[in-house]
């Protein structure tokens, strides 16, 4: 049965929101301001979910989306909303988690970090499966709500020359014959190389192993195979390639990474972010600060480069022996690394790493909640310990609302600044940026 309900607002999920019966309904594919036909398709106990079958009365920001698989693919969820209104949604979330949850308001709002919108992600890892019923392979992302993968031949947020890889992938599956015994394709793209590893159940046949060597030259890529945990990650065809690697040339600093290592899928955004940080923080020679969550030393090594002593800590000896290959690599001596778990910080380790002047912290969605924690309070003694300044980089909005409360109601902090960064477009995704300040 369908209903019509008028759309109250957008969820941090960017699904519309509206009453029926009183109860709040999660509407996908409806915008605030709209009227639409809807279907509810589950029901909870304390809400409905339910699908947009028409939409009877649009909104201004309503446009068509780009790509032709929007709705069946659950890459995306927003692409029927504005660009800049789906910013604007993000600042949104992240103000109404600090107020709801924080209890906190920065002083100011920054304004949103923009970029690509389209073919912006370097970084995915596309599903594969053999599918009888559709006569070959698929690769790509999942439907929405399903384990079942999108059917579909090209993709308009990765970056093109990969999307153009899709159909010649799926082609390719239905020549391998261990096809069935491939579950994900890693995507990585670096600013010469862009690397494939293929997760492997099976190995190749030796016909196999010359299909992969064949494809690789044909579309000019570097092939990886990983047989079993990350540690098994190794390059199967070409052997000699240029390194994958990243840049930021405000710092001039070249980053090289393996193709599973963590990095942020949106170089524009990231560059812009890592500038803002290094902005926000204000790193000054003399200074010690302390790089927390650190991986292989994005944020670390422009610390660096403004001359600060700076320590990156990180709970993967990998990422930490990657980054101090880079800080080699970038001849910045400054910059030393240590493995630590961040997440069992407590204040005697703390404090027996020394004193720093100023602190960022880059921690993955569940936050530093134990790091926050371990901060000497503000007590006249104990400031003479604590780091003055924090830079707080954070992709998900809720635990930084959650640590943010810790700061500045326990531990004395100002909120001064925060904004979010548009790091994935059309998704729901939301990367921000916070200045802590005593």
């Known amino acids: 049965m369908s209903l019509v309900v008028d759309i109250l607002s957008l969820d941090h999920e960017g699904h519309g929101v509206a009453r029926v019966d009183g109860k709040v309904t999660f509407v996908d594919g409806a915008l605030p301001g709209e009227r639409a036909e809807i279907t509810i398709y589950r029901k909870h106990a304390k809400y409905n979910s339910a699908n947009a079958v028409a939409i009877l009365r649009a909104s201004a920001q309503r446009t068509e989306p780009r790509c032709k698989y929007f709705g069946r693919c659950g890459g995306c969820s927003m692409q029927h909303l504005e660009a800049s209104a789906q910013v604007a949604a993000k600042q949104r979330v992240l103000e109404d988690n600090l107020a709801r949850i924080g209890k906190v308001e920065p002083e100011v709002m920054l304004s949103a970090l923009h970029g690509p919108s389209w073919g912006y992600r370097t970084r995915a890892r596309l599903s594969a499966r053999w599918v009888d019923k559709?006569?070959?392979?698929?690769?790509?992302?999942?439907?929405?709500?399903?384990?079942?993968?999108?059917?579909?031949?090209?993709?308009?947020?990765?970056?093109p020359d990969v999307s153009a890889l899709i159909q010649p992938l799926r082609d390719l599956m239905g020549m391998l014959s261990n096809a069935d015994r491939i579950p994900q394709i890693e995507v990585a793209v670096g600013e010469h190389v862009t690397v494939l590893v293929f997760r492997l159940l099976e190995p190749w046949t030796d016909d196999d192993a010359a299909r992969m060597r064949a494809f690789a030259e044909r579309h000019r890529i570097q092939i990886w195979e990983q047989a079993k945990g990350p540690d098994s990650v190794r390059p199967f065809w070409p052997h000699i390639a240029p390194e994958l690697s990243y840049s930021l040339p405000e710092f001039g600093l070249v980053m090289p990474f393996r193709?599973?290592?963590?990095?942020?899928?949106?170089?524009?955004?990231?560059?812009?972010?890592?500038?803002?940080?290094?902005?926000?923080?204000?790193?000054?020679?003399?200074?010690?600060?302390?790089?927390?969550?650190?991986?292989?030393?994005?944020?670390?090594?422009?610390?660096?480069?403004?001359?600060?002593?700076?320590?990156?800590?990180?709970?993967?000896?990998?990422?930490?022996?990657?980054?101090?290959?880079?800080?080699?690599?970038?001849?910045?001596?400054?910059?030393?690394?240590?493995?630590?778990?961040?997440?069992?910080?407590?204040?005697?380790?703390?404090?027996?790493?020394?004193?720093?002047?100023?602190?960022?912290?880059?921690?993955?969605?569940?936050?530093?909640?134990?790091?926050?924690?371990?901060?000497p309070g503000c007590s006249e003694s104990e400031n003479e310990g604590g780091p003055a300044r924090i830079v707080y980089v954070s992709c998900d909005p809720a635990t930084l609302a959650r640590d943010a409360e810790v700061l500045v109601h326990v531990k004395g902090y100002r909120l001064m600044a925060a904004g979010v960064a548009n790091m994935f477009p059309h998704t729901a995704h939301v990367e921000s940026i916070a200045l802590f300040e005593r």
């Open 259 to 375: 193709p599973t290592d963590f990095t942020q899928v949106n170089v524009a955004i990231n560059r812009a972010l890592v500038s803002r940080a290094m902005r926000l923080l204000d790193p000054q020679p003399g200074e010690r600060i302390a790089d927390l969550f650190c991986g292989l030393g994005n944020f670390t090594l422009p610390i660096a480069k403004r001359g600060a002593d700076v320590v990156g800590i990180e709970g993967s000896a990998e990422l930490v022996a990657r980054a101090r290959e880079n800080a080699l690599h970038n001849h910045l001596p400054n910059a030393r690394f240590a493995v630590d778990n961040l997440f069992e910080m407590t204040p005697e380790k703390f404090a027996a790493l020394g004193r720093f002047d100023k602190l960022l912290i880059d921690p993955p969605r569940s936050g530093a909640i134990e790091v926050v924690k371990s901060l």
């Open 134 to 159: 559709k006569g070959g392979g698929l690769v790509g992302f999942r439907e929405k709500r399903s384990s079942y993968i999108a059917d579909i031949a090209s993709c308009e947020v990765l970056t």
